[in-house]
């Protein structure tokens, strides 16, 4: 397993923006396919965005136009640019690797981002 920590959250306005950090204790370049989750207030946990080893990049449609997920290989982290951000947006966001050979899932322990005026 990988271990991931999330960084970044926190309480902003509405229409505002965060930027989400996941930092991962070993290389995520080649075997592992990263996303970040969601799970707002009495609700499941939900993707909001995925990124493969070929940085193939996939979106929640609540999201899409709006949050923007990239690799940065060389400091094994992902990121999560939220730009416009909603109150609908409120969630503990979870960072997540998934082995591409194992299929084994790795997760974060979260950051709370609260979206409220």
């Known amino acids: 397993q990988v271990q991931l920590v999330e960084s970044g959250g926190g309480l902003v306005e509405p229409g505002g923006s965060l930027r989400l950090s996941c930092t991962c204790s070993?290389?995520?370049?080649?075997?592992?396919?990263m996303g970040w989750y969601r799970q707002p207030p009495g609700k499941q946990r939900e993707l909001v965005a995925s990124?493969?080893?070929?940085?193939?990049?996939s979106y929640a449609d609540p999201v899409k136009g709006r949050f923007t997920i990239s690799r940065d290989n060389a400091r094994n982290a992902v990121n999560l640019q939220m730009n416009s951000l909603q109150s609908e947006d409120t969630a503990v966001y979870y960072c997540?690797?998934?082995?591409?050979?194992?299929?084994?899932?790795?997760w974060g322990k979260g950051t709370l981002v609260t979206v409220s005026s």
């Open positions: 997540n690797a998934k082995n591409v050979y194992s299929g084994i899932n790795s």
């Open positions: 990124i493969t080893v070929r940085d193939s990049i």
């Open positions: 070993r290389s995520i370049s080649s075997a592992y396919t």
